[in-house]
């Protein structure tokens, strides 16, 4: 299925938090928000989207795996999704940010029965995103988009919700074994 990314593109528009919440961690010495930084969190993006946003902005380029780990990664991935940095985080060209941008710091959550409920933090990016972890509410309108957005995928690449459902299940039992819990935003629609 291709997406029609313009319209993708034009019905996600919500931020995490009001403003730009980049503007809460680019204080580091390149003045680069971790989320933007391809040297410190590589970016997945799907292919097709990553071919039409280099039509229409310079920002975006693809790249290959730097190191042993993200080789093997890579080599796990569906063929339509890619590794692609952003070549100019510091002027984000922000009608054109990909929607893993867009949706950061969340990722799908599915419960045990396979249900996709909602989204949760991406907790392995917790060192890099000051939102991970915090008792901050993120936008619901954000929210309620990221979910659109996931249906969409979901329902064009079924292999995108089984990998959602793995994750889901080793995050549960990773945070049953230390005593946490999983902070779960749920949509209004």
């Given at each position: 299925?291709?997406?029609?990314w313009?319209?993708?593109?034009?019905?996600?528009?919500?931020?995490?938090?009001?403003?730009?919440?980049?503007?809460?961690?680019?204080?580091?010495?390149?003045?680069?928000?971790?989320?933007?930084?391809?040297?410190?969190?590589?970016?997945?993006?799907?292919?097709?989207?990553?071919?039409?946003?280099?039509?229409?902005?310079?920002?975006?380029?693809g790249?290959?795996?730097?190191?042993?780990?993200?080789?093997?990664?890579?080599?796990?991935?569906?063929?339509?999704?890619?590794?692609?940095?952003?070549?100019?985080?510091?002027?984000?060209?922000?009608p054109?940010?990909?929607?893993?941008?867009?949706?950061?710091?969340?990722?799908?959550?599915?419960?045990?029965?396979?249900?996709f409920?909602?989204?949760?933090?991406?907790?392995?990016?917790?060192?890099?995103?000051?939102?991970?972890?915090?008792?901050?509410?993120?936008?619901?309108?954000?929210?309620?988009?990221s979910?659109?957005?996931?249906?969409?995928?979901?329902?064009?690449?079924?292999?995108?919700?089984?990998?959602?459902?793995?994750?889901?299940?080793?995050?549960?039992?990773?945070?049953?074994?230390?005593?946490r819990?999983?902070?779960?935003?749920?949509?209004?629609?």
């Amino acid at each position: 299925m291709q997406f029609d990314w313009e319209r993708m593109y034009q019905e996600f528009t919500a931020c995490a938090t009001e403003g730009d919440c980049g503007a809460l961690c680019r204080q580091g010495p390149r003045g680069i928000a971790a989320c933007c930084d391809s040297r410190r969190l590589p970016l997945v993006v799907f292919g097709d989207e990553l071919a039409w946003a280099r039509a229409r902005t310079t920002c975006w380029h693809g790249m290959h795996p730097r190191n042993p780990a993200e080789r093997r990664a890579v080599a796990t991935w569906a063929e339509h999704v890619a590794l692609a940095r952003c070549v100019a985080p510091r002027h984000c060209d922000r009608p054109y940010r990909s929607l893993t941008c867009r949706m950061f710091p969340l990722e799908p959550y599915l419960d045990a029965r396979g249900r996709f409920i909602g989204l949760t933090y991406i907790y392995g990016a917790a060192r890099l995103c000051p939102l991970i972890g915090r008792q901050m509410d993120l936008r619901q309108e954000f929210v309620n988009q990221s979910m659109a957005i996931w249906r969409q995928v979901f329902a064009a690449h079924p292999e995108e919700r089984s990998s959602y459902r793995t994750a889901s299940r080793q995050l549960r039992a990773r945070f049953a074994r230390q005593g946490r819990r999983i902070r779960l935003f749920r949509p209004t629609t």
